[in-house]
């Protein structure tokens, strides 16, 4: 399986792994649903809300990997 960066979509993420879906609400994602943020790019998401991107990375790495 690919490694998630950065630049993934947040989308692609949550339908490879949907066991990621916690780390996204952890950092105040509450919308995962809505289209306009599975569009939006793991970077993307974090400069609105205020999270580091690469810490988020790896955990949702860490999270898919643990599967």
Do not use: W, Y
């Not at 399986?1 to 490879?16: H, P």
């Not at 949907?18 to 970077?43: D, K, N, Q, V, Y």
């Amino acid at each position: 399986m690919a490694e998630i960066t950065k630049e993934t979509i947040i989308g692609d993420v949550l339908d490879i792994c949907p066991e990621t879906a916690p780390l996204f609400l952890e950092m105040g994602m509450h919308c995962l649903g809505c289209p306009a943020s599975r569009g939006e790019t793991i970077e993307e998401a974090c400069a609105v809300h205020g999270t580091d991107a690469d810490e988020l990375v790896e955990k949702i790495n860490e999270t898919i990997n643990a599967q």
